[in-house]
């Protein structure tokens, strides 16, 4: 029996040095092989250029709108002192208008008082924000003073939130 198996033992050795070892494939490329993933890539840079130009000049066309959000807000802090309350109010009628002047173009904004003000505001809008107690703000802003000063701490917080919401609202014509 010993002879049997030293046969076996003598071919499965040989059987094992003969064997060469495992080879590895090449990494996969991750560069496309066809035309068409280039096509693609170029497309999609296109469309991510386009996208980033078109976001870049959102940005900064709105920045007259962020820096009267900033000046509104401030004036809304001041509304609660009642010896500050008519200024911080007749500020938020001429925020609108320095607001109005930033994006159409002066000969059409301009000139606007009263009830044209306010049909331009609610147009501009969709009527976001300009309700009767703050057109009759708008309206007395300017000629009587003794209105503001009479507002309620409420009332005055109403019209600084209707002020913000045209600002944040309007559209501009392109």
């Known amino acids: 029996m010993t002879g049997n198996t030293g046969v076996v033992q003598l071919t499965s050795h040989d059987a094992l040095t003969g ?16 035309w068409g993933w280039w096509v693609l890539a170029g ?45 911080a109010l007749a500020g938020l009628a001429v925020l609108l208008k320095r607001t109005a002047l930033s994006a159409w173009p002066r000969a059409e904004v301009a ?5 044209a003000w306010i049909d331009f505001l609610r147009r501009q809008s969709g ?8 057109a009759r703000l708008l ?8 209105v503001l000063a009479s507002l ?10 209707a002020v913000r919401l045209w600002i944040e609202s309007h559209r501009v014509p392109t």
Request: aromatic residues 8%.
């Open 127 to 134: 009527h976001a924000g300009i309700d009767e107690r703050m």
């Open 43 to 87: 497309v999609l840079f296109v469309a991510a250029l386009g996208l980033g130009i078109y976001l870049a000049r959102r940005f900064t066309a709105n920045r007259y709108r962020r820096e009267a959000l900033k000046v509104c807000a401030a004036l809304d802090a001041r509304l609660d002192r009642e010896d500050q309350r008519a200024t």
């Open 152 to 161: 309620s701490p409420q009332d005055a917080h109403a019209c600084a939130r």
């Open 111 to 115: 000139s606007l008082f009263g009830h």
């Open 19 to 34: 064997l060469a070892d495992i080879v590895m494939p090449k990494p996969v490329s991750w560069v496309p092989q066809t």
């Open 139 to 146: 309206d007395d802003a300017e000629y009587r003073p003794e």
